[in-house]
């Protein structure tokens, strides 16, 4: 008796084998600590699983355990890049619940800092953007003029990237007249620059050739996946905050929402730097008709707002940035719920990747403009 | 399209929702969890085309000292005084063995949100879930079940996705207490 040979393995479906390819915790490009599991065919991505929650700090929870004020300095950890806005939203949810308005001049001191911040925060994209897609020459440019929005910054908050300035009521402190100056002084040198980096990154062909028609995103997809701000716009879906639902008197401030048409990479890296010129114009109007007064609502010192709920949202830098908070009557948050407009936008990687090259994973994920610690929370 | 018009299309077609206590100057129903995907459904024809947020909201009470992971030092108050003893006069407000999961739907064009409540006991809660209306429920529900366990039904990958896998129970549960792990 002979022995059978083994059975031969009868080929799969697939044409090549597929290989697992463990992308972060800490890699340069994912900002943060993300992973993501590629399963991928030869170049081909047929699976991505974004793995979160290395940065989950609980700040929910946390914040049933502080009073409101203190509330506004988790705040600034959420979205680190962009802590005014955030400020704003947590500021502006309280306030609903309280029903408080605040005074004119502090509604126009908060719509300059969020801008200024915006800008900041889109400078920092454009500059990390570059790298991630291998031109470093634009990054030293964003971070030279990033550094002197934060320098504006420390000159009226006291800090440089965690705030605590927008406060429940109003803003912490009023500007100074040699603020607004070096504000104007900043615009100034500020908007020819964008010109620079059109000619350093936007019209590069190698730039031009990584992001145009890669990761195209379409508006139904977009909304169907909760994508929110430059992300959405960038599909051609007409939605900002701003003119949405207008916060802070942005109705009276003139500025257009920068839109896409294809909804690819390059939209949503043009989309930011469009916003930025929009931005600028914001802060000199804003800077322009600055009323006098107070910065200050009449608020006391203990807030206990009544027992109920509240929502509000603003836009964000990474888009809508929304605060739903419950209050018992005590002087803390009985549930706060943060509906972060990265952790939504991340979530489109799933589907946005399968059938693209390996290669372009890195400027799809660029694009999208995440922040693990809002993502994680 | 008033946000009015809405509910009181909505209240015709489902007429065991209610309206519930609102979320201030948002319209909100309170819809039972059986009907839940089928107003969703309706409004989703009707235009609300955008989920904004599903989150969640235990109402056992507040939070107990286990909780904690780390002593509370409150600027305003006394410094002997725990986060229990100021909570404590609220102690039987809205106190009850239920949670309310909380979705908010957007009309993008007719610049309208909608607020939807459904009540669901705390243990062994289930919901229909939305993913397959809206993919932005993925990751959302999935987040509430992390932090709430709250099962929905029909979601196509319910896991984990904020703690680490050796997290024990739901730590936005109001009774949640901290297992010591190696990181304490």
Known sequence: MTRTPPAVPTRSAHKTDQLFVNMGPQHPSTHGVLRVGLTIEGEVIVKAEPDIGYLH???????????????????????????????????????????????????????????????????LFVGTYGIDIGAATPFLHTFREREMILDLFEMSSGARLTYNH???????????PEWAAKAREFLAYFKPRLCEYDTLLTYNPIFLDRTQGIGVISAETALAWGLSGPNLRASGVPYDVRKW????????????????????????????????????????????????????????????PAPGEAYAHVEGSRGDLGIYVVSDGTAMPYRL????????????????????????????????????????? | MTAEEVLAKALAKFPRADKADPVKDYPTLRVSAGDLLGLVRYLKELGF????????????????????????????LRREASAQAAAAPAAGFRCRDEMTVVYCLTHPSEKLKVFLKTDLPREGGRLPSLAGLFKAADWQEREVFDLFGIVFEGHPDLRKILTPAFLQGHPLRKDYAHVKDRFD
């Open chain 1, 57 to 123: 700090r609980g700040t929910e929870k946390l914040l049933e355990t502080r009073t409101y004020p203190q509330g506004v300095v988790f705040s600034d950890r959420w979205d680190y890049c962009s802590a005014m806005t955030n400020n704003l939203a947590f500021s502006l949810a309280v306030e609903r619940l309280m029903g408080v308005q605040a005074p004119p001049r502090a509604d126009a001191l908060r719509v300059i800092h969020c801008e200024l911040q915006r800008i900041a925060s889109h400078l």
């Open chain 2, 49 to 76: 085309s955008y989920l904004d947020m599903v989150s969640a909201v235990d109402w056992k009470g507040p939070v107990s000292r286990e909780g904690f992971v780390r002593a509370p030092g409150f600027n305003a």
């Open chain 1, 245 to 304: 639902a207008p916060h802070c008197g942005y109705e009276g401030y003139p500025f257009e929402m920068a839109l896409g048409k294809a909804g690819d990479c390059f939209d949503r890296y043009h989309c930011r730097v469009r916003e930025m010129r929009e931005s600028a114009k914001i802060v000199e109007a804003a800077l322009e008709g600055l009323p006098e007064g107070e910065v200050m609502a009449k608020i006391p010192k203990l807030l206990k």
């Open chain 1, 337 to 377: 719920h943060v509906r972060a407009p990265s952790f939504a936008n991340l979530a489109i990687v799933q589907e946005l990747f399968v059938g693209q090259k390996l290669a372009d994973v890195i400027a799809m994920l660029g694009s999208l403009d995440i922040v693990l610690g809002e993502v994680d929370r």
């Open chain 1, 166 to 176: 927008i406060r429940i009521g109003g803003v912490a402190a009023d500007i100074t």
